[in-house]
């Protein structure tokens, strides 16, 4: 059974700082592996999504990777801004399951201006 | 473009009352669809999920059930509710026939008093 698992748990930086977040999954037949923000009281927004054959993905001051074979993935954030305040979910897709995610935790992120 | 609606925003029910939550999707043919619910403190847990109209997948035995009447239209429900289903209630779509990018909608808060 997959399992993800994200640390921390919650996250509070001075703004400006790069910061690296972490999400682990037990089984490495992932299909791909998504990293998604949401807001407080709020849906989730896709940021980055990484196919299994990919090593990371890159959007803006995002950078997303990918390593299967350790069963780890890392969201890295680049000069870290309040508005990044939210709480940063992964996820990965399963094969042959109608596109089924399963989730980690999250990480509540905190940016102090 | 795609747009994903979910409504009611938020939903205040007695216990043992029904519900229905409904989700509809624009733009695109064929998505596949998906339920998940967020509970306080919790990860987010996928209920069900439907390749197609009529086709249905229930992830977690439970008090809820999912209907997919027409293409873009994906119901969930309850003949009576428990306080146990409190919770937030997230609706999602990836394009069908693939393992991409899901798309989710604002949520619906659902207190059971």
């Known amino acids: 059974k997959q399992e993800v698992t994200q640390i921390p748990a919650a996250l509070s930086v001075p703004e400006g700082e790069n910061l690296v977040l972490n999400c682990s999954f037990t089984?490495?037949?992932?299909?791909?592996l998504q990293w998604f923000r949401q807001d407080p009281g709020k849906g989730l927004t896709s940021l980055l999504l990484?196919?299994?054959?990919?090593r990371e993905q890159t959007s803006g001051r995002l950078n997303a990777s990918l390593d299967k074979s350790s069963g780890r993935s890392t969201l890295y954030i680049a000069a870290s801004q309040p508005g990044d305040s939210a709480t940063y979910l992964c996820?990965?897709?399963?094969?042959?399951?109608?596109?089924?995610?399963?989730f980690g935790q999250g990480t509540e992120l905190s940016v102090k201006p | 473009s795609q747009t994903i609606h979910q409504w009611p925003a938020t939903l205040v029910q007695p216990v043992g009352s029904p519900l229905s939550l409904e989700c509809t999707v624009e733009?695109?043919?064929?998505?596949?669809l998906y339920w998940y619910r967020q509970a306080a403190g919790r990860g987010l847990q996928l209920l069900f999920y439907?390749?197609?109209?009529?086709?249905i997948s229930s992830e977690v035995p439970q008090n809820l059930s999912a209907s997919r009447p027409q293409d873009r239209q994906f119901i969930l429900s309850s003949k009576k509710l428990l306080l146990s289903d409190s919770g937030f209630y997230l609706c999602?779509?990836?394009?069908?026939?693939?393992?991409?990018?899901?798309?989710f909608g604002a949520g619906t808060r659902l207190s059971v008093l």
């Open positions: 089984d490495s037949a992932i299909y791909n």
């Open positions: 999602a779509w990836s394009v069908g026939g693939g393992l991409n990018i899901q798309y």
């Open positions: 990484i196919q299994s054959s990919q």
């Open positions: 439907s390749v197609g109209i009529g086709q």
């Open positions: 733009g695109t043919s064929n998505p596949n």
């Open positions: 996820a990965v897709g399963l094969y042959n399951q109608g596109g089924k995610l399963i």
